[in-house]
């Protein structure tokens, strides 16, 4: 019976070497805030060391340029790299660059279009390009039915027109994945299809980065910034489309799944960091004749903030094991749990260690304020929790079937019993 929670000790070196790098390497950096494109020169000697370890842009198969590490493994990774939001950049693993990688790559295979692996997959694999996903629209992006933009075929290329907004990375990227309507005909599940466009075509109108609450006074093109963009009438060749046509929904979940793997992975990571504050300043601060760690309102916030990282992380690796076992399909009820569960606890742990610091923790002297703003994005993107918790529902309740009378009504329990086991009663009485 195979049922093992530990980690074979070569790639737990590799794990071990990754958590000394990012915490004397590339955290110190967090603190210097660096503009984008200094923050690229930063990182550039960084991410050199991480080739040579070759841990660089390992989410893709070994066939796909990547290292073959399968979720679990890249599970583990992602948690040590989740600690900082720069540590993802220095090992070619940031969103939205992983995923779309990903999706180049499906598309590749599906379609045996090799000349996508020059022009766009390989500059993403060595980080000399960077992307784009630009699916939400102005209207609910929950509900991807009611997407507008459309890409119409006019001899050997497409006719993009529409409006998107919150497409991270927007204005830093060399190209865009733009969903778009391409069969008006059909279902926009049957009728989607994405097609990569260069940032610099005719007609790509970046119009601003949002602020938003994560960061509230950005400055224009900056790292992580969310761009709202029109397209109007930008052509590009026809043989931008990634995979069939028509496949953009089907995609787009492939690509989310191991995604969100990522995030909730990345989100124990900073959960953990949290944690480490809350505990580092219950032991220090001393308060009304003890210290806080003395208070058992402080043991509270520990307790529980330990059992939720824990019961986090151990249905996250067990998502991303079913994954790696059965697929992406059959894996759908535990991504969709973990990609809810896992945002409330990253909140929870923040929050907890945010009071418990009191000013301090409200403060920008800690790094704790950026890590609550940036949390509470994690219950919108990538499908906000009401839209997992549906998906979660109704997967679990097709194990299940309409009755009339509930089966563990007692009465009729009782009176099957009692058929059962006449002969028993028979003889006790
Ligand atoms: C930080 C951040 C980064 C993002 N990056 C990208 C990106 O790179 N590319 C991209 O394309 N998009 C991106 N998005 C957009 C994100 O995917 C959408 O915000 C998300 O899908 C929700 O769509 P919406 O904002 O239009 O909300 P709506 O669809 O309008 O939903 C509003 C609210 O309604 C509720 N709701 C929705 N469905 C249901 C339901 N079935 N039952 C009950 N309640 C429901 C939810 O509470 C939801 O928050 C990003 C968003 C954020 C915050």
Redesign the pocket.
């Known amino acids: 019976m195979a049922w093992d929670f530990s980690t074979e000790p070569e790639f737990e070196e590799k794990l071990e070497w990754m958590r000394q790098f990012c915490r004397e390497e590339v955290e110190p950096l967090e603190t210097l805030n660096l503009s984008y494109e200094n923050l690229l020169k930063a990182v550039k000697p960084l991410q050199e060391i991480v080739k040579q370890k070759e841990l660089f842009a390992a989410h893709l198969t070994r066939e796909l340029g990547g290292q073959g590490f399968g979720q679990l493994k890249l599970g583990l990774m992602h948690e040590i790299l989740g600690r900082s939001f720069i540590s993802p950049l220095v090992f070619g693993n940031n ?2 660059d992983s995923g779309n990688a990903e999706l180049i790559a499906i598309g590749i295979a599906e379609t045996g279009r090799e000349d996508q692996r020059e022009s766009w997959l390989n500059p993403l694999l060595r980080g000399d390009k960077h992307s ?13 039915t009611l997407i507008k933009t459309t890409a119409v075929k006019d001899g050997d290329e497409w006719v993009i027109n529409g409006h ?7 204005s830093v990227a060399d190209f865009l994945i733009v ?1 778009a309507v391409t069969n008006p005909e059909v279902h926009p599940y049957q009728g989607c299809s994405m097609i990569l466009v260069p940032t610099n075509t005719e007609g790509v109108e970046i119009v601003r980065d949002i602020a ?1 609450m ?1 960061e509230p006074h950005l400055i224009y093109g900056q790292f992580g910034n ?1 761009a709202e963009i029109r397209y109007t009438d930008v052509r590009v060749p026809i043989d931008n489309l990634i995979g069939p046509e028509g496949h953009g929904f089907r995609l787009a979940q492939e690509r989310l799944g191991p995604g969100r793997i990522h995030h909730a992975m990345r989100w124990i990571g900073q959960a953990n960091r949290a944690f480490d504050i809350l505990c580092q300043q219950s032991l220090s601060r001393f308060l009304h004749k003890s210290y806080l760690a003395e208070k058992q309102t402080a043991q509270n916030w520990i307790a529980e903030s330990y059992a939720e990282i824990t019961a986090a992380r151990l249905m996250t690796l067990h998502a991303a094991w079913k994954m790696d076992k059965f697929g992406n399909k059959a894996s759908r009820t535990e991504i969709s749990s973990i990609k809810f569960f896992g945002a409330k606890v990253l909140f929870n742990v923040i929050d907890r260690a945010i009071q418990s610091c009191g000013g301090l923790g409200f403060s920008c002297d800690l790094p704790l304020e950026a890590m609550y703003r ?1 949390a509470r ?1 994690a ?9 997992h ?2 998906t979660v529902a109704r997967q679990i309740l097709k194990n299940y079937e309409r009755t009339e009378v509930l089966s563990e009504y007692i009465p009729n329990r009782r009176k099957l019993a009692e058929e059962k086991f006449r002969d028993l009663i028979v003889s006790l009485t």
Do not use: L
């Not at 784009?132 to 991807?144: C, I, K, Q």
């Not at 998107?164 to 927007?170: A, L, M, Q």
């Open positions: 969103a939205p784009g996903f630009s699916m939400t629209e102005p209207n609910a992006g929950s509900d991807p998107k907004w919150f497409t991270t990375n927007g969903m938003t994560g969310h940036h994005a219950r919108i993107y990538d499908g906000p929790d009401e839209v918790k549906v």
